[in-house]
């Protein structure tokens, strides 16, 4: 019988008969040496595989036929237009290293999870690219985030037929790693926003992923075990410590505290997926699953809340007298969108990053998680008062558009300086970078997608 090989270390050190430090996806010596960086294909062992349901992130007018082909609804907006959708099947994962699972063993793990994220199809973009496929904000311009439609989920995507070139995948895990330094300095990044805690405490949740971080960036190859140390000691905390789904606990959850340990989940997994230990990669591909049951969770949590706050908005005056009298909503609505926007870039950012580790790791799935709509205009993230973010919002289209849709905004000449660095960053992953950068180009040449 042939004999497998166990080679690990990328080919270019092997040749070199150098040592690699297995990072993914360049190696820290062929990157500093700009050399091409390819590592042995990964070989799995056959195991059983687990039906995986997407019941989590259904709503409950969505439908499910007998060949478990998955749709969303197909209201109409203001334009008459539908939204799109198309069928999705449901799919199948494997999870390598399963022993190193068993240091979670009260995590909300594969019988609930949603499926696993793919690449968005570039065949997919195409599909609509008019400009009535945006969601257009209402007459005072200030609840675009909140009414129903903001809420379907779309599957209107098909797997890619190959997987985005090495340079973009590494520009873009070089990007989050920016953003969490970012958080750890300036406490705001593309997606965490600055008052999405102000109102009170910081979460403990999230302050051991603040603290994480600023670990992460001191890692040596001396400390790297005790990092894998604490690693593990933290996301075990956080997950074995959530209250169990369905129970009392868990019904009183506010879409804030979702928020909040699905960011820091993230975070953790973040930092892990693309280090260098192979251990911590480990137990962080074991907890894929958890995120993602999380993201649906929240995702529930936050449509219900946004369609709780429509309801209340529409209660008729009695006896001349609003039900609800708000002097100024102006405040109210701001930190909803930051709420509400907070989990659109947390749900997403979920799905391309570990979509992204999948590639990196050869594993190739044809789930579909669907796509949503996010806040695309830049402005209005970044503004740092509810004056200022309102100001913006009456006089600007939020450019409110599903992540696939990009190209619509190309076609409306819309500048890349306008579009938010969060949306920038995914359009590389679905474009190509020099496909962003000759937009930027085009526009003014006033930001970089570079990092």
């Known amino acids: 019988m042939r004999r497998r090989s166990k080679q690990k270390s990328c080919f270019a050190c092997v040749a070199s008969k150098r040592g690699?430090?297995?990072?993914?996806?360049?190696?820290?010596?062929?990157?500093?040496?700009?050399?091409?960086?390819?590592?042995?294909p990964v070989r799995h062992r056959r195991r059983q595989q687990l039906p995986i349901s997407n019941k989590a992130a259904l709503t409950?007018?969505?439908?499910q036929t007998e060949e478990h082909v998955i749709t969303t609804h197909q209201p109409a907006d203001e334009h008459g237009d539908t939204f799109l959708h198309?069928?999705?099947?449901?799919?199948?994962?494997?999870?390598?290293n399963s022993q190193?699972?068993?240091?979670?063993?009260?995590?909300?793990?594969?019988?609930?999870?949603?499926?696993?994220?793919?690449?968005?199809?570039?065949?997919?973009l195409s599909t609509d690219l008019s400009s009535t496929s945006r969601l257009l904000p209402l007459s005072d311009r200030l609840e675009w985030f909140i009414v129903p439609p903001a809420w379907t989920v779309a599957y209107h995507y098909e797997p890619p037929s190959s997987y985005p070139p090495s340079e973009v995948l590494s520009n873009f895990t070089r990007g989050?790693?920016?953003?969490?330094k970012r958080f750890l300095h300036q406490g705001h990044n593309p997606f965490i926003h600055r008052h999405l805690y102000s109102n009170t405490t910081m979460p403990p949740c999230i302050q051991d992923a603040f603290s994480s971080i600023s670990i992460h960036q001191n890692e040596t190859a001396s400390n790297e075990h005790i990092i894998d140390d604490i690693f593990a000691s933290r996301v075990s905390d956080l997950v074995t410590?959530?209250?169990?789904?369905?129970?009392?606990?868990?019904?009183?959850?506010?879409?804030?505290?979702h928020v909040a340990r699905t960011q820091a989940l993230l975070i953790h997994l973040l930092l892990a997926l693309f280090s260098s230990s192979i251990p911590r990669r480990a137990k962080a591909e074991c907890l894929i699953a958890t995120l993602h049951h999380w993201t649906n969770q929240l995702w529930q949590s936050a449509?219900?809340?946004?369609d709780f706050h429509t309801v209340v908005q529409s209660i008729p005056p009695v006896n001349g007298v609003a039900s609800i009298l708000i002097d100024d909503p102006v405040p109210d609505l701001y930190q909803s969108f930051v709420l509400y926007e907070s989990t659109r870039r947390t749900w997403i950012l979920s799905n391309f990053a570990t979509g992204v580790y999948q590639s990196l790791r050869g594993i190739w799935t044809t789930s579909c998680t669907g796509d949503i709509r996010i806040?695309?205009?830049?402005?209005?993230?970044?503004?740092?008062?509810p004056a200022r973010w309102a100001a913006i919002a009456k006089s600007k289209d939020p450019l409110f558009v599903y992540s696939l849709h990009g190209l619509s905004l190309l076609k409306d000449s819309v500048a890349a300086e306008e579009v938010d660095e969060f949306m920038r960053h995914l359009y590389t992953i679905m474009w190509g970078i020099d496909k962003v950068e000759d937009w930027i180009v085009r526009s003014g040449d006033t930001v970089s997608t570079k990092y």
């Not at 690699?20 to 390819?38: A, G, H, M, N, Y």
């Not at 409950?60 to 439908?63: E, I, K, V, Y």
């Not at 695309?376 to 740092?384: G, I, K, S, Y």
């Open 20 to 40: 690699c430090d297995k990072v993914l996806p360049i190696c820290s010596r062929c990157e500093e040496r700009e050399l091409t960086c390819e590592y042995p």
């Open 60 to 63: 409950d007018d969505d439908t």
């Open 86 to 96: 198309t069928s999705c099947h449901t799919p199948t994962i494997q999870l390598q």
């Open 100 to 124: 190193s699972c068993s240091a979670f063993p009260d995590a909300n793990l594969l019988p609930h999870a949603s499926s696993l994220p793919i690449f968005p199809s570039r065949l997919a």
């Open 176 to 180: 989050i790693q920016s953003w969490l």
């Open 241 to 257: 410590k959530q209250p169990i789904e369905g129970s009392e606990a868990f019904l009183l959850l506010s879409t804030r505290d």
């Open 303 to 306: 449509s219900q809340d946004a």
């Open 375 to 385: 806040t695309a205009r830049a402005e209005l993230w970044d503004a740092n008062s």
